[in-house]
């Protein structure tokens, strides 16, 4: 049974750097099974899709993000991470890691994706 967790650093202040990590247990990060991507949520706005990474290491962004954003893979670690720079309050939300056994450019449908991590939620605020 393949399992997700969000962790990352909770507060962050505008124009820090975020680091969030997924850990995921019960299959390799490196299976062509899975695409491995990453999701937010502001609060009070739906589901934003923010990239996507392969068991390869291929990785794509949201066009929103693509400057600020990188997705990597730790094989050692058996993790995906996310990094988000010059981050500012908009960037306040939960975010989540979510598994797909299909590439999904931008899709925000929940059923699209399986499993879910819990969320890990990040304010930015000074």
């Known amino acids: 049974q393949v399992q997700l967790q969000e962790s990352g650093p909770g507060l962050v202040t505008p124009s820090q750097t975020l680091l969030l990590t997924c850990t995921v247990s019960?299959?390799?990060?490196?299976?062509?099974?899975?695409?491995w991507n990453w999701l937010r949520q502001p609060p009070g706005k739906g589901l934003e899709w923010m990239g996507v990474?392969?068991?390869?290491?291929?990785?794509w962004y949201s066009p929103a993000l693509k400057n600020r954003l990188s997705i990597a893979t730790d094989t050692s670690k058996n993790q995906v991470t996310l990094q988000l720079v010059s981050v500012t309050p908009e960037d306040t939300a939960v975010y989540y890691c979510?598994?797909?056994?299909?590439?999904?450019?931008?899709?925000?449908?929940?059923?699209?994706?399986?499993?879910w991590g819990q969320g890990t939620q990040v304010p930015v605020s000074s």
């Open positions: 979510a598994a797909a056994k299909t590439f999904l450019m931008s899709s925000t449908t929940q059923a699209a994706y399986a499993p």
């Open positions: 019960g299959a390799s990060i490196r299976t062509e099974t899975y695409f």
């Open positions: 990474i392969s068991g390869s290491g291929s990785a």
